[in-house]
């Protein structure tokens, strides 16, 4: 044991904690990279073939909005497709006074299938009208996108022939992107899908993201033993940019309810950990302590300690120094005691 004065506790600048029941909290702190949200991630692939005979958007990087035209399209399909519907619409128009409900009903039939067919292959309704109204078939239609967004992949050039289904654009909204990070093995038991986390990049220092733990993948990576995970954050005016590395800062609780001790007040011995008690009279007493979870803070202790007692909660190790170095001197004076016995009782023989 060792004894401390309040003037050698200041000097040394001894600080003292105490065993109490609390909320633990681990904050947990990885890093990932920004990547475009997979389901705000779409493939423009028409469904016709034929020859592009303009492009409106013709750069990777170029934003666009839902409705914007993109491509215009000449293909045999859609003349025949146009002529059919005139054809349909005319024949429509004959047959309204029929006075065979039967009649009617086919042209109306004839007319909606030709209408249908169109805007299977993305053709807008405007675009559609138009041709019913004008009755002239147009050489080129025009596709339009679906979506707003950034345009991530552009596979098209002016007059370049395309197949059906073949992809021309891939346009990606960036309002919200998503996080690729990984979690450490040992964190597992912490963390869970719908968590809030903090998200900061260096391209804007001092500011963080709220965002959201959206999935957790169900295998481990046996080489780096972590576990993957994505987190949806908010990307509103489009600051976070794919590939942009990210921190992520996540808080777990740990317990609702243990006994903990500040994690400074404990003394690393190698295979044990001890604490510093105060003792009422002043002594400081060295003892072991078993210690359960620990967060960056506090450690839980599960054996060794009350909850009320007081602990040498900073410089353990000046302490742990003057104990080991005390015990010391004591076995040197010990050995030093014994061993010159032996001359002694010599030379008192001589004497004799």
Request: aromatic share 6%.
């Amino acid at each position: 044991m060792v004894h401390l004065s309040d003037d050698d506790a200041r000097r040394l600048g001894v600080a003292f904690g105490h065993a109490e029941v609390r909320s633990l909290d681990k904050t947990i702190r990885t890093v990932g990279f920004v990547t475009a949200a997979e389901p705000r991630m779409h493939w423009i692939a028409p469904k016709i073939g034929g020859w592009i005979e303009k492009l409106y958007v013709d750069f990777t990087g170029d934003w666009v909005r839902e409705g914007q035209p993109l491509i215009e399209i000449y293909s045999p399909e859609l003349v025949t497709a146009q002529e059919e519907l005139i054809l349909a619409r005319n024949l429509q128009r004959s047959l309204a006074s029929s006075s065979i409900p039967e009649v009617r009903g086919a042209a109306d039939t004839l007319l909606n299938s030709a209408r249908q067919r169109l805007d299977y292959w993305d053709i807008s309704e405007e675009q559609i009208r138009e041709v019913e109204e004008t009755g002239r078939v147009r050489r080129t239609l025009t596709l339009k996108s679906p979506w707003s967004g950034i345009v991530m992949e552009k596979n098209v050039l002016s007059g370049s022939a395309i197949k059906p289904g073949q992809p021309l654009y891939m346009i990606a909204d960036l309002s919200e992107v998503w996080i690729e990070t990984e979690f450490y093995e040992a964190d597992l038991a912490l963390i869970s899908e719908g968590q809030l986390v903090e998200v900061s990049v260096t391209a804007y220092p001092g500011e963080s993201f709220a965002g959201r733990l959206e999935y957790v993948y169900p295998t481990l990576e046996q080489k780096t033993r972590t576990l993957k995970a994505r987190i949806a954050v908010r990307n509103t005016r489009n600051r976070l940019k794919p590939g942009l590395y990210a921190t992520v800062k996540l808080t777990a609780n740990v317990a609702d309810s243990a006994l903990a001790i500040p994690g400074s007040a404990i003394v690393q011995t190698g295979e044990r950990e001890m604490v510093f008690v105060v003792r009422p009279d002043g002594m400081l007493e060295p003892r072991q302590v078993r210690l359960g979870l620990r967060t960056s803070e506090w450690a839980e202790v599960l054996a060794g300690l009350e909850a009320g007692e007081r602990v040498v909660s900073s410089a353990t190790f000046l302490i742990d120094s003057e104990s080991n170095l005390g015990a010391a001197l004591t076995a040197m004076a010990g050995h030093a005691g014994h061993g010159s016995s032996a001359p002694a009782e010599a030379s008192e023989r001589g004497s004799k």
